[in-house]
T-cell receptor
Framework: QKEVEQNSGPLSVPEGAIASLNCTYS??????FFWYRQYSGKSPELIMS????GDKEDGRFTAQLNKASQYVSLLIRDSQPSDSATYLC???????????FGSGTQLTVLP | KAGVTQTPRYLIKTRGQQVTLSCSPI?????VSWYQQTPGQGLQFLFE???????NKGNFPGRFSGRQFSNSRSEMNVSTLELGDSALYLC????????????FGEGSRLTVL
């Protein structure tokens, strides 16, 4: 079982729709969770971090964390073509303290 | 504020050679992490350096090594290159260690022939 799992996609949504990206993790002791965005040919950039159960909103982005289900999600409201990228879920485990990335979900927002 | 700088950006080597990649972190950042990114394996953690000491190491063979200097600049070295080492090597810096808030450089793309 991979430590951090994501649906690889590709995920396509029409412009203006809500894009929902999901991630599960295996280390129940994990405490810190992150979403990175990586445009094609570019390096990853941090867009959201979440540390406690519930929702965290930042503009059009909402991160959701459910530690009991070991599940993290990212919602992108009013999706724009400029949101087309690969979204990487990342987790700091309870024992291994390095940041571990999922394989990423490729999102395409269709104009 | 300057970002993370990696050099060289592109390089081509042949099997058996060795390579050294350099990373200059954001000013004031004390932690440097290295990742290997390939289409098949995604982003794989190599190691983290903080205060010139390796703090964490991923599941890579001993051919992969690194170091950090007193000014926080870091280098990684891969010896006896194999075809499978072809990848994008990303350096990321952060103010503190064991944080997920990383700032990535543009990467060094290594091709092994």
């Amino acid at each position: 079982q991979k430590e951090v799992e994501q649906n690889s996609g590709p995920l396509s949504v029409p412009e203006g729709a809500i894009a929902s990206l999901n991630c599960t993790y295996s280390d129940r002791g994990s405490q810190s969770f992150f979403w990175y965005r990586q445009y094609s040919g570019k390096s990853p950039e941090l867009i959201m971090s979440i540390y406690s159960n519930g929702d965290k909103e930042d503009g059009r982005f909402t991160a959701q964390l459910n530690k009991a289900s070991q599940y993290v999600s990212l919602l992108i409201r009013d999706s724009q073509p400029s949101d087309s990228a690969t979204y990487l879920c990342a987790v700091i485990g309870g024992s291994a303290r390095q940041l571990t990335f999922g394989s990423g979900t490729q999102l395409t927002v269709l104009p | 504020k300057a970002g993370v700088t990696q050099t060289p950006r592109y390089l081509i080597k042949t099997r058996g050679q060795q390579v050294t990649l350099s990373c200059s972190p954001i000013s004031g950042h004390r932690s440097v992490s290295w990742y290997q990114q390939t289409p098949g394996q995604g982003l794989q953690f190599l190691f983290e350096y903080f205060s010139e000491t390796q703090r964490n190491k991923g599941n890579f063979p001993g051919r992969f090594s690194g170091r950090q200097f007193s000014n926080s600049r870091s280098e990684m070295n891969v010896s006896t290159l194999e075809l499978g080492d072809s990848a994008l090597y990303l350096c990321a810096s952060s103010f503190d260690r064991e944080t997920g808030e990383l700032f990535f450089g543009e990467g060094s793309r290594l091709t092994v022939l």
